[in-house]
């Protein structure tokens, strides 16, 4: 059983995307075991207590500066002992400490094509804002393993999406979401808690024959 524990900051439809995967048996094998969220208002920590998961606020705000900070966030995973942990809109830069502590086992959803609209800056609605203005006629969602770098590790799964004439970040947002989010990161939990995929040469494969997966 793969052991999950989701960190938010908002809304948290993609945690109930998750949720919702397991309950239909679409993602199998794995438990959120807890959520984490740096905002006590998270929407999303009442969709945990919802489903009696434990729910814990970190925020950076309770902590004298951002090294504390880090430490706590780190500890906290550190603690709960998941096999997987995943920003699910987690809009706080992960400590290289839980980077460290959790090696190819922290992955994240970005609402755009990596390398396109990622990377400092670029998190939530920004990134739709900044694809209309832009004017590229195809986004989509990016699912990818976490490492130091900023958007920068991994990419197990991508989906495009159109954009159509007289979207607004908020449309585009909520078609990104229906159409790749809440389809591709329950589908890469699945794939991970399965063992359907591993890391060669720094790049994500399906894994065919007897090759070990990565948790
Ligand atoms: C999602 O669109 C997610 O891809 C994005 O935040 C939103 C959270 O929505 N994450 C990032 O921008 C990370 N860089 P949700 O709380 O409803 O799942």
């Known amino acids: ?24 048996g679409k993602v199998t094998n794995t438990e959120v075991i ?5 905002n006590a208002g998270a929407k999303a920590l009442q969709r945990a207590e919802e489903k009696g998961i434990p729910g814990i606020c970190i925020s950076p705000k309770n902590y004298e500066n951002r090294e504390a900070f880090n ?8 603690r709960r002992k998941p096999d997987l942990v995943v920003l699910a809109g987690f809009l706080v830069k992960i400590p290289d400490q839980a980077v460290a502590a ?14 396109s609209f990622c990377g400092v800056g670029y998190y939530g609605l920004k990134v739709h804002e900044k694809v209309l203005e832009r004017g590229v006629k195809v986004t989509g969602a ?28 908020e449309i585009l947002q909520k078609r990104v979401m229906e159409q790749a989010e809440w389809i591709l990161l ?30």
């Open 142 to 169: 990016t699912v990818h393993f976490v490492n130091e770098g900023m958007d920068e590790g991994p990419i197990i799964a991508q989906k495009a999406v159109a954009v159509e004439d007289g979207d607004t970040p």
């Open 1 to 24: 059983m793969l052991r999950i524990v989701v960190c938010v900051s908002g809304g948290g439809t993609n945690l109930q995307a998750i949720l919702d995967g397991i309950d239909a």
């Open 71 to 78: 430490r706590g966030f780190t500890d906290e995973l550190c």
């Open 186 to 215: 329950p589908r890469a939990i699945d794939d991970i808690a399965n063992g359907r995929i591993g890391l060669v040469e720094g790049k994500v494969r399906r894994l065919q024959g007897n090759v070990t997966g990565l948790i």
């Open 34 to 38: 807890a959520v984490i969220s740096n």
């Open 102 to 115: 959790f090696a190819n086992r922290i992955v994240n959803i970005h609402p755009s094509l990596i390398p």
